[in-house]
């Protein structure tokens, strides 16, 4: 007989997509992580980490005067707007401290656009709630924190996906997911203008397989729920992660 184990509880986390201008178009900030030993062992990321304490109790006194709670009208702490309200905050300080923490730069909290909340399979070991934010690099000289970040790169979304396929860098697949959404962008300001209007994309993840080995299913695609359904005609939200190049699949 088997049983069910429960999910692991879910932490909150914020993500930095820092972005500037180049003259082959918008580059992006990925940080490689140390290979042997932390979370993303050895995987190129963007900036970012967990939601500590400190910014939870920071975000719970400021969040009646905070932008995110504007939509509020009478705060009930009791209710799910309030904490979502109160997590917002959080993970956009978290998300700021991070980026100063891991890069030296310093970005502006109102600078930041949320884009997506990713949540991670049931079955991952560490399972964090990520809010992920784009905005344009500020100005200043990468200083990388030696014990959490072993390198650096400018990259153009393009190149990155290329490296990956061509199986010389490691990505997660938040970030690669990302990176498939910036390309085609002439300049940072498109990047940024169009995930203002765009709103926040949830990645609620389940961990399956599909013909081709195993596969990321979120909301939409036909499989979500079961994976014999995963060959079915229907919706498609997936990415199939079995071998290199990854395949992304998206229609409705």
Do not use: C, N
Not at 25 to 54: I, K, Y
Not at 64 to 92: N, Y
Not at 211 to 232: H, I, K, S, T
């Amino acid at each position: 007989m088997t049983h069910d184990t429960e999910p692991v509880p879910l932490g909150v986390a914020a993500t930095v997509v820092l972005l500037r201008d180049s003259s082959a178009g918008p580059e992006v900030l990925l940080l490689e992580r140390p290979r042997h030993r932390g979370s993303f062992a050895g995987a190129w990321v963007f900036p970012g980490g967990g939601v500590d304490p400190g910014d939870r109790r920071q975000a719970d006194a400021a969040a009646p005067a905070g932008s995110a709670s504007r939509a509020v009208q009478a705060p009930d702490r009791r209710s799910a707007a309030w904490a979502e309200t109160v997590e917002q905050l959080a993970a956009r300080r978290a998300a700021v401290r991070e980026v100063r923490e891991e890069t030296g730069l310093e970005v502006e909290p109102d600078s930041l656009v949320a884009t997506a909340l990713w949540v991670p399979p049931s079955s991952a070991p560490k399972r964090l709630r990520t809010w992920f934010y784009v905005t344009t690099a500020p100005p200043g000289s990468i200083a990388l924190a030696e014990d959490e970040v072993i390198d650096y790169a400018w990259l153009r979304p393009e190149a990155a996906l290329q490296r990956h396929a061509s199986a010389v860098m490691t990505l997660v697949a938040p970030t690669w997911v990302t990176l498939h959404g910036l390309q085609g962008y002439g300049t940072v300001a498109e990047i940024v203008a169009s995930a203002g209007r765009r709103g926040l994309a949830h990645y609620e993840t389940r961990l399956g397989a599909s013909e081709r080995g195993p596969a990321l299913f979120w909301a939409g695609d036909v499989a979500y729920a079961d994976d014999a359904l995963a060959e079915r005609d229907g919706g498609r939200h997936r990415l199939e992660i079995g071998q290199v190049p990854w395949v992304y699949s998206v229609r409705e």
